[in-house]
C-alpha cells in the first residue's frame, strides 16, 4: 500500500533552517506530483510547495516563495522541503501528499503521510 513517511521536522529559531524529507512507497513514486502542505493549530491546511513527477515545474505559496526549495530525488523515492530563514509564523505540521494532477489543491492528493511538527520560535 502507499506510505508516505516524513521526517525533519523539529524546533529551530527564528531566521534558521530544517530539511524536511518524505519517504515514499508502495506505488511508482516518479509517476505522480509531490506536494508539501502545513497545518497550524485552529488553522486550515494550506499549500506550501508543489513539484511535477520529472522535476520540472514547481510552484509555490506567496508566503514561502523565496524561502523554501523542494526538490525530489525519484531514485530514492523521496521528495524534500529546504526551510531557510524560518518564521515563527512557520510554526505547523508539514505534510506531504501526492496527486496526479499537478495542482495546489489539497482536495486533489490521493495519499498523506503522518506529519512533522516544525516550531520555529522567536
Known amino acids: 500500500q502507499v506510505q508516505l513517511v516524513e521526517s525533519g521536522g523539529g524546533l529551530v529559531q527564528a531566521g534558521g533552517s530544517l530539511r524536511l524529507s518524505c519517504a515514499a512507497s508502495g506505488y511508482t513514486f516518479s509517476n505522480y506530483h509531490m506536494g508539501w502542505f502545513r497545518q497550524a493549530p485552529g488553522q486550515e491546511r494550506e499549500f506550501v510547495a508543489t513539484m511535477n513527477w520529472s522535476g520540472s515545474n514547481t510552484a509555490y505559496a506567496d508566503s514561502v516563495k523565496g524561502r523554501f526549495t523542494i526538490s525530489r530525488d525519484n531514485a530514492k523515492n523521496t521528495v524534500y522541503l529546504q526551510m531557510n530563514s524560518l518564521k515563527p509564523e512557520d510554526t505547523a505540521v508539514y505534510y506531504c501528499?501526492?496527486?496526479?494532477?499537478?495542482?495546489?489543491?489539497?482536495?486533489?492528493?490521493?495519499?498523506w503521510g503522518q506529519g512533522t511538527q516544525v516550531t520555529v520560535s522567536s
Open positions: 501528499a501526492l496527486s496526479y494532477p499537478f495542482t495546489t489543491r489539497g482536495a486533489d492528493y490521493s495519499y
